[in-house]
């Protein structure tokens, strides 16, 4: 889901670049105002996580690969705002030291991971786990449902990014100028590929660390709070 | 043990583990994930290289390319899986680093 550099255009980049500033603004506001300072060393774990889980490709056979994110799982445990901080950590720093994901497709990858997913599998988690006690099964299975359309809501955005890049830059002959697959293709390969493989590998991940968290009675469950 | 420090543990079972995340593709003969091929095998899918992607991609010389060492494209599985734990360390130690930092100057008026 890393979009290299060369696959947007330079419009298309500036814009999701333009859209993250208010997006990182705010995030910085809100994790000022709820994170507190023994929240700190976790927020840094869930950076590191988020990082190393996105190095464990899985194949699909003979096909392509993908992986998971854990960007829901510093979500549901720290606030989507602070996983939109931890996630974009990870991908610059994945963009700038191993060249995985584009330069100048930071802003869309960022928006895609560290906004899209966080926030629509937060809420997801929110609405199933409403009325729960934090160490209730509930809060397991919201979290897992959260991972999944998260991780499907990133793929949808990073497929009509993609997909609309022939529509709008092509040259007079039908030439593709950057990404050369249109929305016909890459939405639907986007999407199935993280509904049908990718999107439950992110489920299981976020499922398994939030029981693990309830059984070490971690106290620090954001919904637990609100 | 202190949470931290058990779910510490855990990031660095993960790193060991991390080259699967080469093997198993290898093994199951899969390619690049979907809209993340190089210049070649974009070339090879679509019969031409598309412009924009000509003059944009492959511009920036990551320090660590595809998470293993300058110039080690085509080692072998192990030396590649060596070169796999050393990107996640090295990743890991900076990304925790930086958040660490931000972090702690988000929170400083909390103290």
């Given at each position: 889901?890393?979009?290299?550099?060369?696959?947007?255009?330079?419009?298309?980049?500036?814009?999701?670049?333009?859209?993250?500033?208010?997006?990182?603004?705010?995030?910085?506001?809100?994790v000022?105002?709820?994170l507190s300072v023994r929240q700190v060393p976790f927020l840094a774990i869930g950076?590191?996580?988020?990082?190393?889980?996105?190095?464990?490709?899985?194949?699909?056979?003979?096909?392509?690969?993908?992986?998971?994110?854990?960007?829901?799982?510093?979500?549901?445990?720290l606030?989507?705002?602070a996983?939109?901080?931890?996630?974009?950590?990870?991908?610059?720093?994945?963009?700038?030291?191993?060249?995985?994901?584009?330069?100048?497709?930071?802003?869309?990858?960022?928006?895609?991971?560290?906004?899209?997913?966080?926030?629509?599998?937060?809420?997801?988690?929110?609405?199933?786990?409403?009325?729960?006690?934090?160490?209730?099964?509930?809060?397991?299975?919201?979290?897992?449902?959260?991972?999944?359309?998260?991780?499907?809501?990133?793929?949808?955005?990073?497929?009509?990014?993609?997909?609309?890049?022939?529509?709008?830059?092509?040259?007079?002959?039908?030439?593709?100028?950057?990404?050369?697959?249109?929305?016909?293709?890459?939405?639907?390969?986007?999407?199935?590929?993280?509904?049908?493989?990718?999107?439950?590998?992110?489920?299981?991940?976020?499922?398994?660390?939030?029981?693990?968290?309830?059984?070490?009675?971690?106290?620090?469950?954001?919904?637990?709070?609100? | 043990?202190?949470?931290t420090?058990?779910?510490?543990?855990?990031?660095?079972?993960?790193?060991?583990?991390?080259?699967?995340?080469?093997?198993?593709?290898?093994?199951?003969?899969?390619?690049?994930?979907?809209?993340?091929?190089?210049?070649?095998?974009?070339?090879?899918?679509?019969?031409?290289?598309?412009?924009?992607?000509?003059?944009?991609?492959?511009?920036?010389?990551?320090?660590?390319?595809?998470?293993?060492?300058?110039?080690?494209?085509?080692?072998?599985?192990?030396?590649?899986?060596?070169?796999?734990?050393?990107?996640?360390?090295?990743?890991?130690?900076?990304?925790?680093?930086?958040t660490l930092v931000i972090g702690k100057v988000l929170t400083k008026?909390h103290a």
């Amino acid at each position: 889901m890393h979009i290299p550099d060369g696959y947007l255009s330079p419009e298309t980049c500036v814009l999701f670049g333009t859209v993250m500033i208010p997006i990182w603004t705010a995030a910085s506001k809100a994790v000022k105002k709820t994170l507190s300072v023994r929240q700190v060393p976790f927020l840094a774990i869930g950076a590191a996580f988020s990082f190393v889980i996105m190095m464990f490709n899985v194949p699909i056979p003979g096909g392509s690969t993908g992986h998971a994110v854990g960007g829901v799982l510093v979500a549901v445990l720290l606030g989507p705002w602070a996983a939109c901080i931890a996630v974009t950590v990870a991908l610059v720093i994945q963009a700038l030291l191993f060249g995985d994901g584009g330069i100048t497709a930071i802003g869309a990858n960022c928006f895609n991971m560290a906004f899209v997913l966080p926030f629509s599998g937060y809420y997801v988690y929110k609405f199933i786990s409403s009325g729960s006690q934090a160490s209730s099964g509930r809060r397991v299975i919201a979290a897992g449902a959260g991972a999944y359309v998260g991780i499907c809501m990133a793929a949808l955005c990073t497929g009509i990014e993609f997909g609309l890049q022939p529509l709008l830059y092509h040259r007079a002959n039908g030439q593709a100028l950057y990404s050369p697959y249109g929305l016909n293709v890459a939405v639907p390969t986007m999407v199935l590929a993280h509904l049908v493989v990718f999107g439950w590998v992110e489920v299981i991940v976020t499922a398994l660390v939030v029981k693990y968290l309830q059984k070490q009675n971690a106290v620090f469950f954001e919904g637990g709070r609100s | 043990m202190t949470l931290t420090g058990k779910l510490w543990i855990g990031i660095v079972a993960l790193i060991i583990l991390s080259p699967l995340g080469l093997i198993l593709p290898y093994h199951f003969k899969a390619g690049s994930a979907w809209g993340e091929w190089g210049r070649d095998e974009i070339h090879k899918m679509t019969g031409y290289l598309p412009q924009g992607f000509q003059s944009l991609s492959e511009r920036w010389k990551a320090p660590m390319p595809d998470y293993a060492f300058q110039g080690w494209e085509g080692k072998d599985l192990s030396s590649m899986s060596f070169a796999y734990i050393i990107s996640a360390v090295a990743g890991i130690a900076i990304i925790a680093g930086v958040t660490l930092v931000i972090g702690k100057v988000l929170t400083k008026e909390h103290a």
